[in-house]
């Protein structure tokens, strides 16, 4: 938990007064009514410790993805993985490529004094990335390299031939690459999975909260062929972290595949109507893959938002962006109505 210091990402809704959070990037469509059945039937067996080796959850894991059990590591949620990564690698220097997530530089930052580069995509292109990702790898030769893909906040997803070449480059200069993919599926974009039994370089991150609306259940997990790195990984976790419903709920979750389907139509539907809808109220919209928005509005947008009950994500905190970006999630149309109603009404447009 937080201790008397500020929460640098969104979905705080417990304060009161919030009628809409926009600033959660969730699947719009919240849980699977299977997983959640799931979950809530495992707390029969509420009295006894979780499995430490979460069996047949890495069981199922391993199967989806085609890939051996022993590449996979599972946590609770995609930033306890992110913060082993970081006290297992121990890294001297590491490249993040910005703006991003947030988690990766604090997990380093809680690792130890790690000297982190900040590799910058310009908003001049949309926040694209581009080749000179490469160079910036060769030029600073960190030990490690953060790419989210698609990235957050922008829902840029990258061209497939980049990331690849981004993980061979770094593999012959000697460079691990942390290629964060939680909201790959949603964009329905190539995973680099198969990259991995060649690349012992490359670690990939996915997590079930985005997907499949499980944040609060806190489940994520690596896959990676170095064996030794998740060891190491698993070092610097207690045994029982997944909880049994969490266990439950994963393993309900990667059969849900008419589910994800529905999800990502309703994904692209919503998202190009409230691209749409704020582009005619003059705001510049970044042209998204996934189930986030990122925008450009007045700086005061937020607070006015705020008090009508309507939660957006600050984006002023991410290194690379600054005051008046925002990031809204997609949710479903009629919520999509009322935020652009509301925006609408804040810019006094009405």
């Not at 495992?42 to 590449?71: C, N, Q, T, V, W």
């Amino acid at each position: 938990m937080l201790y008397k210091s500020k929460n640098p990402h969104g979905g705080d809704i417990y304060e009161g007064g919030v009628r809409l959070d926009y600033s959660a990037n969730t699947n719009p469509m919240g849980t699977p009514e299977k997983v959640v059945e799931a979950a809530a039937d495992s707390l029969k067996y509420a009295d006894r410790y979780p499995d430490p080796y979460a069996r047949e959850l890495i069981r199922s894991i391993a199967a989806f993805h085609g890939l051996p059990e022993d590449y996979v590591l599972a946590g609770a949620g995609a930033a306890e993985m992110i913060y082993s990564y970081c006290q297992a690698g121990k890294f001297r220097k590491a490249m993040i490529v910005s703006p991003t997530f947030a988690e990766y530089e604090l997990g380093l930052r809680a690792a130890g004094d790690t000297e982190i580069i900040y590799h910058i995509i310009p908003a001049d292109d949309d926040f694209s990335f581009n080749s000179a990702i490469t160079f910036g790898i060769l030029k600073h030769q960190p030990d490690v390299v953060f790419i989210c893909n698609p990235n957050n906040p922008s829902g840029k997803l990258a061209d497939p031939a980049l990331i690849k070449e981004i993980i061979g480059v770094s593999k012959k200069a000697g460079v691990k690459v942390f290629l964060d993919e939680c909201f790959i599926d949603l964009a329905e974009g190539e995973s680099m999975t198969w990259f991995l039994n060649e690349h012992p370089n490359l670690t990939i991150l996915r997590a079930f909260t985005k997907t499949y609306g499980m944040a609060g259940l806190r489940l994520g997990y690596v896959l990676s062929s170095d064996g030794e790195l998740l060891k190491e990984m698993s070092k610097c976790v207690q045994p029982w972290n997944i909880s049994t419903p969490a266990q439950a709920a994963g393993v309900q979750a990667l059969k849900e595949e008419d589910f994800l389907k529905e999800s990502i139509a309703l994904i692209k539907r919503e998202r190009r109507y409230l691209t749409d809808g704020l582009r005619e109220l003059g705001l510049r919209v970044i042209d998204s893959d996934v189930n986030f928005l990122l925008f450009k509005g007045p700086e005061d947008l937020g607070e006015k938002m705020k008090e009508e009950g309507i939660l957006i994500r600050d984006c002023s905190n991410y290194t690379g962006l600054g005051p008046g970006w925002y990031r809204i999630a997609v949710r479903l149309h009629e919520e999509n109505e009322e935020l652009l109603r509301t925006v609408r009404e804040v810019l006094g447009k009405e």
